[in-house]
Nanobody, 118 residues
Framework: VQLQASGGGLVQPGGSLTLSCVAS????????LAWYRRASGSQREMIAR???????DYIDSVKGRFTISRDHAKNTLYLQMNDLKPEDTAVYYC?????????????WGQGTQVTVSS
């Protein structure tokens, strides 16, 4: 399985970006799809997740600003990011989780840089 993330870039504070992550197989095969980010000097953190059933969860710092969604027909995961702040600057990674029997199997995209700066 390959995940191809795109959509990062340089944006001013208050601006918007939409990240995309295209999977090489049906995203219906995964239990959860998620976006993580890693800021310089920090550990990677999960910021948004959507379950197979469509339930979305967010960390507090992005609630109300970011929206995770998916398009099954396009096998694509999205992250709409609004009202971006400098502290959102990070490399963003998409993730897909499935289980092989009881063993979790994670797949990662290559990361896309988001820089929020004036």
């Amino acid at each position: 399985v390959q995940l191809q993330a795109s959509g990062g870039g340089l944006v001013q504070p208050g601006g918007s970006l939409t990240l995309s992550c295209v999977a090489s197989r049906s995203i219906r095969d995964f239990v959860t799809l998620a976006w993580y980010r890693r800021a310089s000097g920090s550990q990677r953190e999960m910021i948004a997740r959507i379950t197979h059933g469509g339930k979305a969860d967010y960390i507090d710092s992005v609630k109300g600003r970011f929206t995770i969604s998916r398009d099954h027909a396009k096998n694509t995961l999205y992250l709409q990011m609004n009202d971006l702040k400098p502290e959102d600057t990070a490399v963003y990674y998409c993730n897909a989780l499935r289980f092989d029997d009881l063993d979790p199997v994670n797949y990662w995209g290559q990361g896309t840089q988001v820089t929020v700066s004036s």
